[in-house]
């Protein structure tokens, strides 16, 4: 059965400090795997990676994906309270057409002032 | 444009009683999707359209059922509910052709059974 594991389940840490939040997976048919920051309510896009060991980057935001020891690892830098927020992670599988999308469970990221 | 958008925002029901979640996108996307999310499990999916007329079953599809006769709309039906969908409902959608996975979410409809 297809998995995808995000670690830690849920962090707080300090205005200013860097986050690393982790996943893992383990899919038949790997193709790309997303991340999602999900605040209130919906989730919101932030990067797609299909190729091992190219950053994508946005702001202070960062991830990197590694297809031989199949993880993801999603840095935040300089953390603001308006980081708060679930990160879900979520893999594709391309033996479905219509983009089938396996989400792991989400860390909880609390950002205190 | 107002993306995807999910009606009603919050709901309560007693078990046995049925409801419609109505999900509504502008994009001209071909694909919709209904999720539920509960705490410590993620997403998961309920049903699937991959267009207009079409529906088939996700992982959690016992107990609710879909249509999408528009191929903006896209319902997700409870015709007796109980209290284990008590849930976040998310409906989502997403653009044809392969190699374009990215799927965008509603806000969401928060509903309790008692």
């Known amino acids: 059965e297809d998995k995808v594991v995000q670690s830690p389940l849920s962090l707080v840490v300090h205005e200013g400090d860097t986050v690393t939040l982790n996943c893992s997976y383990e899919v038949t048919n790997f193709r790309s795997l997303l991340w999602y920051k999900q605040e209130k309510k919906a989730p919101t896009f932030l990067f797609m990676l299909?190729?091992?060991?190219i950053e994508k980057k946005s702001g202070r935001l960062s991830s990197i994906l590694d297809k031989k020891e199949l993880f993801s690892i999603l840095n935040i830098t300089a953390t603001q309270t308006g980081d708060s927020a679930i990160y879900l992670c979520a893999v594709t599988d391309p033996s479905h057409s219509w983009g089938k999308l396996q989400f792991g469970a989400g860390t909880q990221v609390v950002v205190t002032p | 444009n107002a993306g995807v958008t999910q009606t009603p925002k919050f709901r309560v029901l007693k078990t046995g009683q049925s409801m419609t979640l109505l999900c509504a996108q502008d994009m001209n996307h071909e694909y919709m999707y209904w999720y539920r999310q509960d705490p410590g499990m993620g997403l998961r999916l309920i049903h699937y359209s991959v267009g207009e007329g079409t529906t088939a079953k996700g992982e959690v599809p016992d107990g609710y059922n879909v249509s999408r006769l528009k191929k903006q709309n896209f319902l997700l039906g409870l015709e007796s509910a109980a209290p284990s969908q008590t849930s976040v409902y998310f409906c989502?959608?997403?653009?044809?052709?392969?190699?374009?996975?990215?799927?965008?979410f509603g806000p969401g409809t928060r509903l309790t059974v008692t």
């Open positions: 989502a959608s997403s653009i044809t052709g392969t190699g374009t996975y990215e799927q965008y």
């Open positions: 299909t190729s091992s060991g």
